[in-house]
């Protein structure tokens, strides 16, 4: 299944692309965290987009897209993907709609989450992260169970520097402008499903393998 996650930041987007990649046995596709790898490991392409990261801008569609079909060239992806934080632009949808056309293949879903802008500033204030692992909590919603330290590999939990207040704001001004016009491109495309995003990961997750079931 190739399945597009939509929504603006802190929605619960990854989150739920995991799970829902699991279940489908297929990769969940990242930029984000392809991104935050190749600054970790201090490489050209991290050096490139530290600056826009942490300001909370885009970073340019050049980039994210070769990034993003290197990803989806790889062997795992042939068979699906859940992508999560990929397109952000039209520009973006458009190259990844040129891939799909060359490959012959296209989207099944593309789904939509839908969020209140309150729930969304409590999910990123209170989102920490595992800069080893890169496992995400959510400091009252999905906590560690040693206080700020990662489950599985007990490294202090931090901070992104993106959830921080002033970047929340650009974020949110850029998915306005720039990600919300995907969503009169992809109304009219492969199945769009709006999903109430509301309430506890679970009740999400049953709601998004609800909505993909009836299309299989
Ligand atoms: P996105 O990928 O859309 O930016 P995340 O999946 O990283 O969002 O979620 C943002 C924050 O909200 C994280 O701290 C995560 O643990 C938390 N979160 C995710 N889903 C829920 C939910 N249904 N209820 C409460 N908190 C959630
Ligand atoms: P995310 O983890 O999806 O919240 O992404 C974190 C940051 O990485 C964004 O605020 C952008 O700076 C950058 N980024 C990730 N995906 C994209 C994308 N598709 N287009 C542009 N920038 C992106």
Do not use: W
């Amino acid at each position: 299944m190739r399945v597009i996650l939509l929504g603006p930041p802190g929605a619960g987007k990854g989150t739920q692309a995991a799970r829902l990649a699991a279940k489908l046995g297929v990769p969940q596709v990242a930029t984000g965290d392809i991104l935050r790898m190749a600054r970790a490991s201090d490489s050209a392409l991290g050096r490139k987009v530290a600056g826009y990261m942490d300001r909370g801008d885009l970073v340019p569609d050049e980039l994210v897209n070769e990034v993003a079909l290197d990803r989806l060239r790889q062997k795992d992806a042939a068979r699906g993907f859940v992508l999560d934080g990929y397109p952000r632009t039209i520009d973006q949808a458009k190259t990844l709609q040129s891939f799909l056309d060359d490959k012959g293949t296209k989207l099944d879903a593309v789904i939509k989450f839908m969020v209140t802008k309150d729930e969304i500033v409590k999910r990123l204030s209170g989102r920490r992260v595992c800069p080893k692992c890169n496992t995400v909590y959510h400091m009252i919603a999905d906590p560690p169970e040693n206080d700020e330290i990662c489950d599985f590999d007990g490294t202090p939990l931090v901070q992104r520097e993106d959830d921080k207040e002033e970047a929340v704001a650009r974020r949110l001004v850029e998915y306005g402008a720039q990600t919300r016009p995907l969503y009169d491109l992809y109304e009219n495309e492969a199945p769009f499903i709006e999903i109430d995003a509301m309430g506890s990961s679970d009740e999400v997750f049953d709601r998004l393998t609800k909505a993909l079931g009836t299309l299989t």
